[in-house]
């Protein structure tokens, strides 16, 4: 395989893991489908919307690495959720929140499958993690997956279990921004992303 397409796949199976990791997701990828129609109402333009990032400090680490071989790998780690905006109201009142996440996947560098995990949610009334925290969220995947544009897209679906938002569907996607390049030779034994995540 070309060396581009050895990066593709790295940066594709890295991405998944950590959209995994951050959701708890337990599905492989489907394949690309069209768009999705333009939100009509506020009910459907979302609940609630945030940035995600693994900030300065923190990672989903990997344990053994993901190499090229498929293995059981397990993760764990966390990310933060900033700027988060509520388009139709509803929650207005957070402005970001924590994601702690563990999980496992039987994964390569090429593709991740019999993924399973949990994500918890913890909301704040400021920036930055500051302010009074104004609930949690328990999140749990989507059983049979859903389609989008990456692999990671598809990792990143579910529904909020129990908590602040229960019942309600999640969605989002990441990509990674440490170096995955080596995944083929020596392994990637952590991972740092940003991306975004929303609530409907």
């Known amino acids: 395989m070309p060396a581009v397409r050895h990066l593709r796949a790295a940066a594709v199976t890295a991405t998944a893991l ?3 990791f951050a ?3 337990a599905s492989q990828a489907g ?3 069209a768009a999705p129609a ?3 109402s506020a009910a459907v333009q979302g609940t609630l919307r945030c940035s995600l ?3 300065p400090g923190q990672r989903i680490t990997f344990s ?3 190499t090229g071989a498929t ?3 397990s993760a764990r780690g966390s990310a933060d959720l900033n700027n988060c905006t509520s388009p139709n109201g509803r929650q207005s009142r957070i402005a970001s929140g924590r994601l702690t996440m563990a999980g496992t996947a039987q994964a390569s560098c090429r593709r991740a499958s019999s993924l399973s995990g949990k994500g918890t949610v913890t909301w704040y009334a400021g920036p930055n993690r500051t302010g009074r925290v104004l609930g949690r969220s328990t999140l749990a995947p989507a059983p049979g997956g859903t389609r989008g544009y990456t692999a990671a897209d598809s990792f990143l679906n579910g529904t909020v279990v129990s908590g602040l938002m229960a019942h309600r569907a999640y969605s989002g996607s990441a990509v990674p921004t440490n170096n995955v390049r080596r995944c083929f030779s020596t392994g990637v034994k952590y991972l740092q992303g940003r991306g975004a ?3 409907r």
Request: aromatic share 4%; net charge positive; glycine share 4%.
């Open 18 to 20: 950590l959209t995994l």
């Open 23 to 25: 959701t708890g997701a």
């Open 31 to 33: 394949p690309r489908t």
């Open 38 to 40: 333009p939100a009509t």
């Open 53 to 55: 990032v693994t900030a």
């Open 64 to 66: 053994p690495a993901v």
């Open 71 to 73: 293995r059981k790998i």
């Open 197 to 199: 995540f929303s609530i």
